[in-house]
């Protein structure tokens, strides 16, 4: 069925559909591998990869082709990915788009890559996100923004393609790799999934190791795939997902087949649409998308249920508590010392202070700031405490909707879509971080969530439901989204317009 297609469009490939055409010998990995190497050399101008490997994916893609000629192929044998730069790969420069990690070649290779690796994928660089993953536009990180292959329509003005997993987000939707690692910590996959009509899971707390990650808030940070198609996502979770004694949250629990759950009836399920979600102000055009995506589930057999979320609406302002706390304490280990970039001074001191001056972005100064101030003595119970009881709160609210029978709660994944560079945030900060309104709830209740693409708005770019699932029930998630992928159809991006 790919005899037709020429090498070079070898990138338009779903995940699944090259590793079919790997397996039925229609191309090599190492063809597969050279048509990504070459669409992204063609694609710097959207800033996605912030180092390429090609030597090292030609190298893993010759051995994947050994072992598919000898028929030992693993479950991703031959498919490239793009890895976001907060994964560490061992004697790969890491950086987590921060200068001060510098130029950083982590000793190890992160447990989440590392099965990747295992399983056969092919690397075939390092992808741009915000610095640290503080962000919800990949404007912070400090090799620069990354650009949305999307644009509106009759317009070239350049849009961000999301945050904080925005050069995954990019790398997927503009064909440079045929899904990417990502992670979320408050909306970072499926935040930029949402912008750039591709699908992002991220996976309930503790499914995928954080063991070789780099910490931004460790009790919301969560591992998760973007790929082209809920299928490609399924397949790569599989791989991403698993037990590891190395990281004390990720629970010893047999990963399912999740691509078995793709395309699984959806007939009788309960869907749950919070009240709480319908915001005042909220845009028309989300609005008559969730419509429609209920619509879509009510005819593929699911049943329909209002439900509360009562404190759904402290979710933002408690995240943006917990989240810099964590990442104050995360960040205190970049002294000058031990990873990266140095600045001198007359004592140590004064190094740790040039160097951390140095070395840090504005917006990650920014919430080491906020972290510091809310754990201090006399503002812990005031701030972090307080903050910490809204979560467990939140947590009770989807419990109760889930003891109601509740299978998955619907939602839209953004209050927007894709903005301008620099069009929002640099007078105020909260601008930015009302982009996460629809994601973080999520993260501080620990449960999983996938953003499906749904439509285009009336400039012509892609917008994205959120489907929230039960905890360790990413199955559900898959096979919903697919009746929302089926029903919607795809959204590929039309031009090619940066080659
Ligand atoms: N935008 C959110 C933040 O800046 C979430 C980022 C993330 O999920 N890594 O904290």
């Known amino acids: 069925m790919f005899s037709d297609i020429p090498v070079t469009d070898l990138t338009r490939l779903t995940l699944t559909e090259a590793r079919e055409g790997l397996k039925a010998k229609q191309f090599s990995a190492t063809e597969l591998a050279k048509a990504h190497i070459a669409a992204v050399e063609q694609a710097r101008a959207l800033n996605a990869y912030v180092l390429e490997t090609p030597e090292h994916a030609l190298k893993q893609a010759a051995a994947s082709d050994e072992k598919l000629a000898k028929g030992d192929a693993g479950p991703l044998e031959g498919l490239p990915l793009g890895i976001k730069d907060l994964f560490a790969t061992k004697g790969v420069r890491t950086t987590a788009c921060s200068r001060i990690l510098g130029n950083f070649v982590p000793p190890y290779e992160s447990t989440v890559s590392s099965q990747l690796w295992r399983d056969g994928a092919v690397m075939l660089g390092k992808l741009n996100n915000d610095e640290f993953a503080m962000g919800s536009s990949n404007e912070s990180s400090a090799f620069g923004p990354v650009v949305n292959p999307w644009r509106r329509a009759q317009s070239s003005a350049k849009l961000v393609p999301g945050g904080s997993s925005g050069g995954s987000a990019a790398a997927v939707a503009a064909h440079l790799c045929l899904a990417a690692t990502a992670t979320d910590t408050g909306g970072s996959i499926r935040q930029p999934a949402a912008f750039t009509g591709t699908v992002g899971i991220k996976p309930t707390y503790g499914r995928c190791s954080r063991w070789g990650i780099i910490a931004y808030a460790s009790s919301l940070d969560q591992a998760g795939p973007i790929g082209k198609t809920v299928r490609d996502c399924a397949v790569m979770l599989r791989?991403?997902?698993?037990?590891?004694?190395?990281?004390?949250?990720?629970?010893?629990?047999?990963?399912?087949?999740?691509?078995?759950?793709?395309?699984?009836?959806?007939?009788?399920m309960r869907i749950g649409i919070p009240k709480e979600y319908r915001l005042e102000g909220l845009n028309a055009e989300i609005d008559a998308l969730w419509q429609q995506g209920i619509d879509w589930l009510k005819a593929a057999g699911a049943e329909i249920v209002e439900i509360s979320l009562p404190h759904a609406k402290y979710a933002l302002p408690a995240y943006y508590i917990v989240a810099p706390a964590e990442a104050s304490s995360n960040l205190a280990r970049y002294d000058g010392v031990r990873y990266g970039l140095r600045e001198q001074g007359r004592d140590i001191v004064e190094m740790y202070e040039k160097t951390r001056a140095a070395g840090f972005g504005a917006e990650v100064r920014r919430?080491?700031?906020?972290?510091?101030?809310?754990?201090?003595?006399?503002?812990?119970?005031?701030?972090?405490?307080?903050?910490?009881?809204?979560?467990?709160?939140?947590?009770?609210?989807?419990?109760?909707?889930?003891?109601?029978?509740?299978?998955?709660?619907?939602?839209?994944?953004?209050?927007?879509?894709?903005?301008?560079?620099?069009?929002?945030?640099?007078?105020?900060?909260?601008?930015?971080?009302?982009?996460?309104?629809?994601?973080?709830?999520?993260?501080?209740?620990?449960?999983?969530?996938?953003?499906?693409?749904?439509?285009?708005?009336?400039?012509?770019?892609?917008?994205?439901?959120?489907?929230?699932?039960?905890?360790?029930?990413?199955?559900?998630?898959?096979?919903?989204?697919?009746?929302?992928?089926?029903?919607?159809?795809?959204?590929?991006?039309?031009?090619?317009?940066?080659?």
Not at 473 to 492: C, K, W
Request: proline share 7%; aromatic share 10%; glycine share 12%.
């Open 367 to 499: 919430r080491i700031m906020i972290g510091t101030y809310v754990l201090s003595s006399g503002y812990y119970d005031a701030y972090y405490l307080r903050a910490q009881k809204v979560r467990t709160l939140l947590k009770r609210d989807f419990e109760q909707v889930y003891d109601q029978g509740i299978d998955a709660v619907l939602t839209p994944a953004t209050p927007s879509s894709a903005f301008g560079i620099g069009e929002q945030g640099s007078s105020d900060p909260v601008e930015m971080y009302l982009n996460d309104v629809f994601t973080v709830t999520v993260n501080m209740a620990g449960l999983p969530g996938i953003s499906v693409p749904a439509g285009l708005d009336s400039q012509g770019l892609p917008l994205g439901l959120q489907l929230i699932g039960r905890p360790f029930d990413e199955e559900t998630l898959f096979s919903l989204g697919q009746v929302i992928e089926e029903a919607a159809g795809r959204f590929p991006v039309g031009e090619r317009w940066w080659a």
């Open 239 to 268: 791989s991403m997902a698993g037990h590891d004694p190395k990281d004390t949250t990720c629970v010893d629990r047999p990963v399912p087949d999740y691509e078995a759950s793709v395309g699984r009836s959806v007939k009788g």
